[in-house]
């Protein structure tokens, strides 16, 4: 049996070897695909975040939904199992945290996990039924735990759908929905 680890390793070293000209040349294709959602549309408050190298980059969402007026939050990792959605007010506004990864300035606005309309939930790859390997935390999987799938969505580039199903364990979250750029995969 392929364990869950192994799979998470193959998707982190396929995410890896991706180029970044063909992650800058699929951004844009992205942005567009989830502009062009109804739940974004419709969204007041949104919760993206500020993607790592390689990562399905949601930049140019995150000035979109500013300059709608929108309420803006990424993740903040404040322990090893706990995330909270912190508002951003300005892409530029940014210190680079653990692992590099971009967070807001201190002091934190923080928000309700159930009073964020649309979350775009990031991960290291997905099956087309919606199963979803992460960075091998549990963040997500906690944080989506209460709320509705009605209120996220998957993102990933469209080269991280893997044909083969990801392994799922107990506390995994299923999306029911991935926003590649080449379109939406709903999740039956
Ligand atoms: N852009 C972005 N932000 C995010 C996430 C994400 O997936 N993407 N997260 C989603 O949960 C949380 C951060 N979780 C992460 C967990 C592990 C690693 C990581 O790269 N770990 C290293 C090993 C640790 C180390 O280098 O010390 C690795 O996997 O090689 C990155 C993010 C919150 N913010
Ligand atoms: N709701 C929960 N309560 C307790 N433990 C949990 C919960 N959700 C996940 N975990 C645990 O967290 C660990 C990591 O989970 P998993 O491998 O699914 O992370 P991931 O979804 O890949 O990561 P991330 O969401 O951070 O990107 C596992 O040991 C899992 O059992």
Redesign the pocket.
Known sequence: MITKEAVRQAC?SQRAALSIADCASWTSKLCQEILQLEQYEHAQSIMA????PK?ANLDDVIEHALQAGKRVYV?V?IDKTT?IAVRLHNLDDVVHGV?N?RVPKEPYEIIDPKDIDLILV??SGFDRNGGRM????G??DRFLKELSPSNYIAVAWQVQIMDKPIPMERYDQRMPAIVTEQGVIHVN
């Open positions: 982190k975040y500020l993607a790592m990562e993740p990792c995330m692992l990864i990031p991960g992460g960075m091998g935390n963040y997500y």
